[in-house]
């Protein structure tokens, strides 16, 4: 990111360290990202701390988005995308948001999952910072 940029938080509502974190200049062509380390860290995790706490328990590896992209209908209202986990044998309560302006790479990563045929799910890690729990998505490993 340039020295250059602001760092104003994109959501005013939220807290400065529940903004979630992600860059859309990690992403080449139509929103791939530009390798398989690149994450997505969610925003909105604050009040949803008791449902990261459930899913640490869970196994790790089953852990993936079981939210569907926008639809157009929501796309034109701007809708943010609130996201649930599959863990294998549920499917969790909203955990988080996908940070402002970055709606279109979630979008893309679960329509390029979608269109290889298999689930259209993103892995997931579960990450504990000094603020709280918070949500990675995994999404290089959706190149």
Known sequence: MAFWRSKQP???SLAATDQGSGSIDDYVGVLQPKNAKITLRLAASDPCQDELRALLDEDPEALATATPARTLQQEGKDEQIEVRIFSGR???GVVGRVPR??????????RRLDNRGGPARIPVAIVETKHGLRLDL???QTR
């Open 10 to 12: 994109l959501d005013p």
């Open 90 to 92: 549920r499917v969790s």
């Open 101 to 110: 302006g970055l709606e279109g790479v979630y979008d893309e990563a679960v």
């Open 138 to 140: 995994l999404i290089g």
